[in-house]
């Protein structure tokens, strides 16, 4: 079955530390890969997103994560993070093998960052 | 911004009940996706609509659960009767995207939450 694996379910960070957050799949064709991210009591936000081109692509509030294609990875990172990261991050993978562009989501990483 | 509204933001229910949801999405997008979301999990899709006609609906439980989008815009899910273990986040997502258009980007509104008693 298709699957997005987000190894951690929880993080804890101190504020300036660096992160990078898993993200795995399981299909080998053409892919389109987003992180989403949902701070405490608001909605699911876009935070970057990876259809072609350059591999490592870059996000708001100084995100960025690298598919790796021979890896089926596309990880998270941030070299230093801030109390307002604070949030809940979802992998999400849309690929035609899915059936119909469907998109599949990981189980979620939640964040905590320490002041 | 233009956002995704859904209505209500929170209902409380008890099972045997019927329960409806609202979602509005973007002016423009054709796409529109509804998703439950168990507390701990990733969202998962219900049901996908391209404009008025169901795309997808393979993971919808269609002995209880219905949605429509009569006039393409607009739309609603309905659940009857309520179960237990249909209390969740409820998502609307939208996109301009078209059928066949792997490169869209879904928009979520702040979802519904479900509590069935």
């Known amino acids: 079955a298709q699957s997005v694996s987000q190894h951690n379910h929880h993080v804890i960070l101190s504020e300036a530390a660096s992160l990078e957050l898993g993200c795995n799949y399981s299909y080998g064709g053409t892919v389109n890969l987003f992180w989403y991210v949902q701070y405490p009591g608001q909605h699911l936000q876009l935070l970057l997103k990876?259809?072609?081109?350059?591999?490592l692509v870059k996000g708001i509030k100084g995100f960025e994560a690298e598919f790796i294609k021979s890896k089926f990875s596309f990880n998270l990172r941030k070299p230093s993070v801030q109390w307002s990261d604070t949030a809940e991050y979802f992998c999400?993978?849309?690929?035609?093998?899915?059936?119909?562009?469907?998109?599949?989501f990981g189980a979620g990483t939640r964040l905590f960052v320490k002041a | 911004e233009a956002e995704v509204a859904q209505s209500p933001r929170y209902k409380i229910t008890e099972k045997s009940q019927a329960v409806a949801f609202w979602c509005d999405p973007i002016?423009?997008?054709?796409?529109l996706y509804w998703y439950r979301q168990i507390l701990g999990q990733g969202p998962e899709l219900l049901v996908q609509f391209q404009d008025e006609s169901v795309v997808d609906d393979s993971q919808l439980p269609k002995d209880r659960f219905s949605a429509e989008r009569l006039k393409g815009v607009d739309s609603t899910l309905k659940i009857q009767p309520a179960e237990l273990g249909d209390s969740a986040m409820y998502l609307c997502a939208s996109s301009s995207g078209g059928v066949g258009d792997i490169q869209e980007t879904q928009y979520f509104g702040p979802g519904t939450r479900l509590l069935v008693l």
């Open positions: 002016s423009g997008h054709a796409t």
């Open positions: 990876y259809f072609s081109g350059d591999p």
């Open positions: 999400a993978v849309t690929s035609e093998a899915f059936g119909g562009f469907k998109t599949i």
